[in-house]
């Protein structure tokens, strides 16, 4: 048998990935659909999907 040191998982990491994600993707949906032009809105949503999958790769990863 091996002696395999298990991966540290931080689960903040999971939960800030998921919010993150989940924010970033109502903020998209609210900003599409309404008539209103928001550049720095788009960005700061998509910024915030970004961060939600980094976070989760870094949790499913070990990091």
Known sequence: MEN???KNRNIW?????????LYGC???YTLTTT?????FGYVIAVGFI??????????????
Do not use: R
Request: glycine share 8%.
């Open 35 to 39: 008539q209103e032009e928001n550049t």
């Open 13 to 21: 990491h999971l939960v800030l990935g998921i919010l993150f994600f």
């Open 4 to 6: 395999s040191i298990p």
């Open 26 to 28: 109502y903020k998209l």
């Open 50 to 63: 970004a961060f939600g999958i980094y976070d989760l790769y870094k949790y499913y990863k070990g990091i």
